[in-house]
Each structure stands twice: as structure tokens, then as C-alpha cells.
């Protein structure tokens, strides 16, 4: 390769990349890609970038699921990369899913990261705030919101607060501004019978678990728990 790196584009490349790297900004950002549960995602200024926690959930939601091979519906709210939705289509060959997103810079990336990984057929992205678009009865409601307080927004390491899109992660004073508005609609969305599963923000178990009891769901015991031991993924069942 002595001759790609004598080119000048190349060099002028690479430079680029340092400085960004300087600057803070996540490898998987310059790169505009990161993989997640095995799939490659493209990522863009409107989708967060797919962390390793978030694959809790999906295991959490394949592990509540009775039969993964059952004709289901998924719905996957706030869907950024469309990372979540994209993993549980590959482990429910029959499953059809939709996804929702209030960007739409996020819901062009959702889709074109379903189709990248051949799931375009059997998922739909909608531009929405929640679920309010959507006739609802799902059998699998998914969602990792955003759950960030306004004061800890500002503590965040440069990475995450400068180069992440701030809609996708702030979530008002007591961090729980989304899950108060997914939650009082989980009855509508959530067909009897049917799983919610929502990733949490490290010490907001309890707060969430109350919210969904209180809309009318059964939280199906402790949340899963994520690499670092941290409660990740709570589980709920619409009886």
C-alpha cells in the first residue's frame, strides 16, 4: 500500500480523521457506521450511535417472547438507527415491524438501514411523536427513549454531548419526560397479551416500573440487567 498513502486525498483523509478524532467525536460517528447485533448500521447527525446496553434489550424482548417464529407485530418507538427493530426482524423471520421516529433525518436512516440488511420488505418507518399516528395492538412494543435530565446533559463527556443528537437524548428535568407519554399509551399500543420492553437510564427502575403499573401493565419482575450490572431493560405484559 506505499502508494495509496502517497496520494494526496489519502493523506488529506486521514488528517481529517485525526482531527475529528481530536475533537472528540466517537470512531463509529467518522466512520458513519457501527455494527450492532451483528448487523451493519449507517448512522447519521439525527440517530445516536447504537450502544452495547442497548442490546440487552433486545435480548430481554426475545427472552419474554413465547414463540420468536409466531407471525408478530413490532413496534419500535424513537427508532434512530432502527437498530432495535432491525435485530428482533432477524431473530422473528416472521415478524413485520414498524418504526417511528420525530426526525425525519432519523427515520430516512432507519429505513435505509432495513434495507441494507434486507428486512425492507416485512418494517415500514413512520415520522411521529410516539405512538399518537398509530392504530396500535402490536404484540411487541419496543423502545429506547430518550432519558438524559437537563442538568446531567450538561456533564456528559465531550463524545456524547457535543457530536449526539440532544433530541434523542434529553428527557426533562427528571429525565422521565418520554416514558410518562410511552407509558400512558402502552394500553392502546400493546395488544392483550402482548410485551413492552423499554431501556432504562442507570437508578430509573423504579420510577419507570410505577409509571407502567400505573397505566395498567404487569411489569414482569426485575429489569435485565446490562454488562456493567446495570438494571437496562424492563419488561412488561399487557394482561
Request: charged fraction near 25%; glycine fraction near 10%.
Amino acid at each position: 500500500g506505499g502508494e495509496a498513502t502517497g496520494r494526496p486525498e489519502a493523506k488529506e483523509m486521514a488528517r481529517a480523521f485525526a482531527e475529528r478524532r481530536v475533537g472528540g467525536e466517537p470512531v463509529a460517528r467518522t466512520r458513519g457506521r457501527r455494527e450492532f447485533w451483528s448487523l451493519d448500521l449507517h448512522l447519521s447527525p439525527e440517530t445516536l450511535v447504537p450502544r452495547p446496553d442497548t442490546e440487552t434489550l433486545v435480548e430481554a424482548a426475545l427472552a419474554a417472547l413465547p414463540d420468536r417464529n409466531a407471525p408478530l407485530t413490532i413496534l419500535d418507538l424513537g427508532t434512530g438507527t432502527g437498530a432495535i427493530l432491525a435485530a428482533l426482524l432477524v431473530e422473528c423471520p416472521n415478524a413485520t415491524g414498524t418504526a417511528v421516529d420525530r426526525s425525519e433525518g432519523a427515520a430516512l436512516t432507519a429505513r435505509a438501514n432495513l434495507a441494507l440488511n434486507g428486512l425492507a420488505a416485512r418494517a415500514h418507518v413512520v415520522v411521529g411523536d410516539w405512538g399518537t399516528a398509530l392504530a396500535g395492538g402490536f404484540d411487541l412494543v419496543v423502545s429506547n427513549p430518550p432519558y438524559i435530565t437537563s442538568s446531567a446533559m450538561l456533564e456528559l463527556p465531550d463524545e456524547v454531548r457535543l457530536h449526539d443528537p440532544h433530541l434523542a437524548l434529553e428527557a426533562g428535568a427528571d429525565g422521565l419526560l418520554a416514558y410518562r407519554a410511552i407509558a400512558a399509551d402502552l394500553p392502546r399500543l400493546v395488544r392483550p397479551g402482548g410485551i413492552a420492553v423499554l431501556e432504562l437510564g442507570a437508578g430509573q427502575e423504579q420510577a419507570v416500573s410505577e409509571r407502567v403499573a400505573a397505566a395498567g401493565l404487569e411489569v414482569a419482575g426485575p429489569a435485565r440487567r446490562d454488562l456493567a450490572g446495570i438494571p437496562r431493560a424492563l419488561v412488561a405484559i399487557r394482561r
